[in-house]
């Protein structure tokens, strides 16, 4: 079973910090691996998508990488803004079902 | 351009009663998928489909039931709801399994 972990929990830091959110997943056949953002209350929103075959992609501030044989994605925040303040959410496709798995999240608070 | 819709957005449901939760998606994808958010517990696959006609059961489907009559529609059926349903639901859904996840702004479903 596809087991996709978030570490930490929460994270606070001051405006201004380049700081990384950590995913890990158990099972490396999947497709592809996604990042998403949640603020309080509302829905997910979609930042990165990286494939299997991908090793990173980028998007601004945001930069997320994928080492699929060892089930490790990163994303990377430069220059955090108080808007960053968010849950951001890590989830892997599985190769054999199409299923997309999610980890429990980081809640990230950035202070100014 | 809409995107993804869910109806209700919220509802009180007594124990006992049928509820079915709605989402419509106009986008012409082919996969969809139901999660339930609870805190501590980060979002779980109730149900998927990869495509119309077709459903699988994901982490927690016990309780649930959906069809897939059309591309567009991907309801949810609680048939006799408990207070343990009680949660956050989302219905997300994308072309396929090697594209973009969207999701909608979720159905907040309470059981008494």
């Known amino acids: 079973k596809q087991e996709v972990t978030q570490i930490p929990a929460a994270l606070s830091v001051p405006e201004g910090e380049n700081l990384v959110l950590n995913c890990s997943f158990t099972?490396?056949?999947?497709?592809?691996l996604q990042w998403f953002r949640q603020d309080p209350g509302k829905g997910l929103t979609s930042l990165l998508l990286?494939?299997?075959?991908?090793r990173e992609q980028t998007s601004g501030r945001l930069n997320a990488s994928l080492d699929k044989s060892s089930g490790r994605s990163t994303l990377y925040i430069a220059a955090s803004q108080p808007g960053d303040s968010a849950t951001y959410l890590c989830?892997?496709?599985?190769?054999?079902?199409?299923?997309?798995?999610f980890g429990q999240g980081t809640t990230l608070q950035v202070k100014p | 351009i809409a995107g993804i819709t869910q109806a209700p957005t919220s509802q009180i449901l007594a124990a006992g009663r049928r509820m079915t939760l709605r989402c419509t998606q106009d986008?012409?994808?082919?996969?969809m998928y139901w999660y339930r958010q609870d805190l501590g517990l980060g979002l779980r696959l109730i149900h998927y489909?990869?495509?119309?006609?077709?459903?699988g059961k994901g982490e927690v489907p016990d309780g649930y039931s959906v069809s897939r009559a059309n591309t567009d529609d991907f309801p949810l059926t609680l048939a006799s709801a408990v207070p343990s349903q009680t949660s956050v639901y989302f219905c997300?859904?994308?072309?396929?399994?090697?594209?973009?996840?969207?999701f909608g702004q979720g159905t907040r479903l309470t059981v008494v």
């Open positions: 997300a859904s994308r072309m396929g399994p090697n594209t973009e996840a969207f």
């Open positions: 099972d490396s056949a999947i497709y592809n």
């Open positions: 990286i494939q299997s075959s991908q």
């Open positions: 989830a892997v496709t599985l190769s054999n079902t199409g299923k997309l798995i």
């Open positions: 986008m012409r994808h082919n996969a």
């Open positions: 489909s990869n495509t119309a006609g077709t459903t």
